[in-house]
């Protein structure tokens, strides 16, 4: 009796239980992220400064929005088993986006690097406009 290992079986249940576990771990992310940012509400209270404290807000509230798209590709791929361009690129959008603000509040990015990055910005909504309009769902219709 010779036994066979089906390896697309054993390659599909390991990505589909790595896939579990990080999206548990996004999950706590999540959690982490949305206590971090309530717990620096009270601090606006206080004489800490209202740019720091809006810096830290909109910072941590980015970083959320990064996780939160990072855990709809993940949840997407382990539904259809494919990934959606367009959360990818939002996600890459967000991350650009939180880059160029903590850089400007900081005053540690040049104006090549602005330049540089507002590019990217404006490729990546390109992209991200033609993966909507050509999208294989609207092809279909």
């Known amino acids: 009796m010779k036994l066979t290992i089906d390896h697309d079986v054993v390659f599909k249940k390991t990505t589909e239980w790595i896939i579990i576990v990080i999206l548990y771990i996004l999950l706590i992310a999540l959690f982490l992220g949305a206590i971090r940012i309530i717990l620096t509400i009270p601090s606006l209270l206080e004489n800490e ?83 909507v309009r050509y999208s294989p769902k609207a092809e279909k219709m």
């Open 49 to 131: 400064g209202l740019d720091v404290l809006f810096y830290q807000l909109v910072a941590n509230s980015l970083t959320l929005f990064i996780v939160i798209e990072f855990f709809k590709t993940l949840q997407d791929f382990s539904k259809h088993e494919r990934i959606k361009l367009t959360y990818v690129i939002d996600a890459t959008i967000l991350i650009v986006l939180r880059e160029i603000s903590v850089g400007l509040f900081t005053k540690e990015l040049s104006y090549l690097m602005i330049g540089a990055l507002s590019i990217l910005l404006m490729v990546m909504g390109t992209i991200r406009v033609m993966a």
